[in-house]
């Protein structure tokens, strides 16, 4: 019922990973997922191929400008929880996604030139918040990020995107081999064992952290339900 | 303030599936689709780009790639002189007999001189625009 974009005109941010680690933990929790697989070289579709469809997770792919919008819609009616992995360029078809959607997560690591395309992104969004006078949240998250150090470069990006008032997932994703074993070993983090890869359960941690970050911005039944109200008063 | 992950408490699976519950089906659901409006957001924002095609979804006839010496592709605006010339020229050790091309043996002396004009017109380096131009043809040689 609640869509969420990766969107960010650059590749290699970790909008796959962000979305896959998303939709395992949201899938854990009892959630339906779709995921959609918008970008062309339709990693999550290789994904899904290495284990088999996973339970509570389903996969649409063969994205394109023209079908974007229904197959949003289609992925609402069968899934609680839907997630569109958008492909790195700065196409209409990332637009269309951003207008279906209830939350738009901007991937981005920690350096200058990913700072500048995540603020491309969020001015896409706000152009389409004036024409579609409605407000689309939006956060940029911090991925693959060091678990023990933060670089200057880090520092400074991340100082300038909060002085211009950009709003950011407090929950970084850090760079963890458990992450990257996804596309090598398919499932979840929480098909994985110890045995598979370190740090197995820091992994799942600050997934789960992610997963409840993300889920706290999404539009809620009972704030919704009280502007009605309010509108109606 | 950004913070790691690893310094904040994890939030309980119980709070997750109560956080689930209490999601709105959410204003994107009952906004209307004006294509219109959305295709000039995303001119205004420089939004234009073409993407590139699903894997599988070429519907048009790929066309071989060409023999070495036999003509080039002239949507590059390159006469055939041109690319005999380039070829020609290539110094000893050039790329285009290096491990890095043996492997498709049907990526032709062509596409290298076709690379040369590419990089003239867009400045990009060269190695940068090779790789990705192998990538490419790799690709459709694929499909």
């Avoid at chain 1, 992450?179 to 070993?185: E, W």
């Avoid at chain 1, 983090?189 to 993300?214: G, P, T, Y």
């Avoid at chain 2, 699976?13 to 906004?31: I, M, Y």
């Amino acid at each position: 019922m609640a869509v969420i974009s990766m969107a960010s005109p650059k590749g290699g941010v970790g909008k796959t990973t962000s979305a896959l680690v998303l939709a395992g933990e949201l899938a854990q929790a009892g959630s339906t997922v779709t995921l959609i697989d918008a970008d062309p070289n339709e990693p999550l579709t290789m994904w899904e191929q290495i284990r088999g469809p996973r339970e509570g997770i389903t996969i649409r792919n063969r994205i394109d400008e023209e079908n974007i919008i229904d197959e949003i819609e289609a992925a609402r009616a069968e899934s609680k929880m839907v997630i569109v992995d958008l492909e790195g360029t700065a196409g209409v078809l990332v637009t269309y996604a951003i207008t279906r959607s209830d939350l738009v997560l901007v991937p981005l690591q920690g350096s200058q030139l990913d700072a500048v395309q995540a603020t491309r992104a969020v001015r896409l969004i706000r152009q389409n918040e004036k024409a579609l006078e409605r407000d689309i949240p939006y956060a940029l998250v911090f991925t693959r990020t060091s678990a023990a150090i933060q670089g200057r470069t880090f520092k400074h990006v991340a100082a300038e995107l909060e002085t211009a008032r950009v709003d950011i997932c407090p929950t970084q994703l850090i760079e963890r081999e458990a992450f990257r074993a996804l596309f090598s070993l398919g499932g979840t983090l929480h098909d994985l064992r110890d045995a598979d890869v370190s740090n197995l359960d820091m992994a799942k941690e600050n997934a789960e952290q992610f997963a409840f970050d993300v889920l706290q911005r999404l539009p809620k039944k009972t704030k919704s339900r009280a502007r009605k109200a309010g509108r109606a008063a | 303030m950004v913070k790691a992950a690893t310094s904040e408490a994890p939030a309980p699976r119980a709070g997750l599936s109560a956080l689930l519950d209490d999601v709105d089906d959410g204003p994107a659901a009952k906004a209307p689709v004006d294509r219109d409006t959305i295709k000039a957001v995303s001119e205004e924002v420089g939004f234009t780009g073409v993407p590139a095609k699903p894997k599988g979804a070429r519907k048009a006839p790929v066309s071989p790639a060409p023999e070495v010496g036999q003509g080039a592709d002239v949507s590059l605006g390159m006469a055939e002189d041109e690319v005999k010339r380039r070829v020609a020229n290539r110094r000893p050790g050039h790329r285009t007999e290096g491990p890095k091309v043996q492997w498709n043996t049907r990526i032709s002396e062509e596409h290298f001189a076709m690379i040369d004009v590419l990089r003239e017109k867009t400045g990009i380096p060269y190695g940068k625009l090779a790789e990705r131009a192998i990538e490419l043809l790799a690709r459709e040689l694929d499909d």
